[in-house]
């Protein structure tokens, strides 16, 4: 719809602007992100290769010149004879005479087609901001300072991981949230938060007990060998896709990266964590995947309606182009990616995250399919990387059938 009607973030008329960083991160073949760069180039994407063709040096991250950049990708879509540009905001979704839709408005999506997208979906599951909470490796960890047990023990009791902290403990991380440098927030950002999901550091500002009542209560998490209540609890939940991942309850934050390492490994157990996802929270149009769309981005209520790009969940500008090339695969093939494909493991996130939990998600180990087996940790994630690339080196050379 640019330059007829602007979005509050992007300042150009061309196609795939990049709105903030010039970087599509790691280009290293055994980071996640790296991964799936190689295999959408395996599938020839277009971005990739504009990306190719923009790229500055910048060590090991793939970073494009944001100019050259969106100016070969807008030169390259409208050069081809098969697709004309129309540069107007769409408000409804009137999709009679056509075969398939494809819906890819991305975090910001104007509000008259936000309301029709939400009408769609029977207003249940289509969100404006995301609040995302930080993501360990559960081999970083040191399980001698920790505790299994869910609160009240509810569930398995292998569900949450618990960090029993003192006052002593727990007064000096309210300390170090209260002063940590966060990220300022967009004019369009301001009152995006709801009261039931805040930034921990939101919380902690309203009183020293608050987080204490709050995300960090220690009710019903004594612990189980001596029966003790810590002072407080932080809580470690199981990423659900996988068994090697914890997310960190009700830790959603706007703390800028370093000083969330530096904060986070201040919790007794967590003093070595590795972060397979930072925390943020941000102005973000998207759509509870798992209640809506299927592996294949189709809509449940109707398979000829597609989602494609940010606003189906996933986050980044690579996982976006990412969901475009296999939803143009989809519309004549769909038959879903296989899981142990970063590729594949998109889909898997949209469509089989727990529907009550859902938030947008970079491409990262969690959420690529592990190899079975006996495999030392050391040879895993070359194995992964090896499987994974010959997955779509195959796919690569088989003709997309409809
Ligand atoms: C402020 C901000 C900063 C970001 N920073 C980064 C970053 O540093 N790194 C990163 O990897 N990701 C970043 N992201 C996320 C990034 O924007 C997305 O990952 C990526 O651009 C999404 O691609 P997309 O194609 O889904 O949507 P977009 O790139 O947003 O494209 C969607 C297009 O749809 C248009 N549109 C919206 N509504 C309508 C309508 N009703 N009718 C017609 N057209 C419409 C918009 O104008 C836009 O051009 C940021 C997002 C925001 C909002």
Redesign the pocket.
């Known amino acids: 719809?640019?330059p007829a009607k602007m979005?509050p973030?992007?300042q150009t008329s061309n196609l795939?602007?990049?709105?903030?960083?010039n970087?599509f991160?790691s280009s290293a073949i055994t980071n996640a992100v790296g991964l799936l760069k190689r295999e959408m180039q395996i599938l020839e994407s277009l971005v990739i290769r504009c990306g190719d063709e923009a790229r500055v040096p910048a060590g090991d991250a793939f970073a494009v010149d944001r100019e050259r950049f969106s100016a070969v990708v807008t030169q390259a879509v409208e050069a081809q004879a098969n697709i004309t540009v129309y540069r107007?905001?769409?408000?409804s979704l009137d999709y009679s005479g056509y075969d398939f839709l494809v819906i890819?408005?991305?975090?910001?999506?104007?509000h008259?087609?936000f309301n029709a997208i939400n009408d769609f979906l029977g207003r249940d599951g289509l969100y404006f901001y995301d609040a995302i909470a930080p993501i360990l490796a559960a081999d970083s960890l040191d399980f001698s300072k920790l505790y299994w047990k869910s609160r009240y023990d509810k569930g398995s009791g292998r569900d949450y991981l618990n960090a029993p902290m003192n006052r002593e403990q727990y007064e000096a991380l309210v300390d170090a949230l209260l002063t940590a440098e966060i990220y300022p927030l967009?004019d369009f950002e301001q009152a995006v938060h709801f009261e039931g999901c805040l930034p921990i550091e939101e919380i902690a500002s309203r009183g020293i007990e608050t987080l204490r009542f709050g995300p960090m209560k220690p009710v019903g998490l004594e612990h189980p060998m001596t029966g003790e209540r810590p002072y407080a609890v932080v809580q470690l939940r199981k990423e659900d896709l996988s068994d090697e991942y914890f997310n960190i309850v009700g830790f959603q934050t706007k703390m800028k990266v370093p000083e969330q390492k530096r904060v986070i490994q201040m919790i007794a157990g967590l003093e070595n964590c590795a972060f397979a996802r930072f925390g943020s929270m941000?102005?973000?149009t998207f759509i509870n995947g798992p209640k809506h769309l299927t592996p294949t981005f189709q809509t449940k209520r109707d398979p000829r309606i597609f989602f494609?790009?940010?606003?189906t969940g996933v986050?980044?500008?690579?996982?976006?182009a990412a969901v475009?090339l296999l939803v143009a695969r989809y519309i004549d093939d769909p038959t879903p990616l296989p899981y142990h494909t970063a590729l594949g493991a998109l889909g898997r996130h949209v469509a089989e995250s727990s529907p009550d939990r859902y938030q947008p998600s970079n491409v990262t180990w969690a959420l690529i399919e592990d190899v079975i087996g006996n495999v030392r940790k050391s040879d895993k994630r070359q194995r992964q990387v090896e499987r994974a690339i010959a997955t779509i080196e195959r796919l690569a050379g088989e003709p997309v059938s409809a």
Request: glycine share 10%; aromatic share 2%.
């Open positions: 719809m640019r979005t973030a992007h795939a602007e990049l709105v903030c960083s970087s991160r107007d905001e769409i408000t890819a408005t991305g975090p910001l999506t104007s008259p087609l967009h941000h102005r973000n494609a790009g940010q606003i986050e980044g500008y690579v996982e976006s475009g």
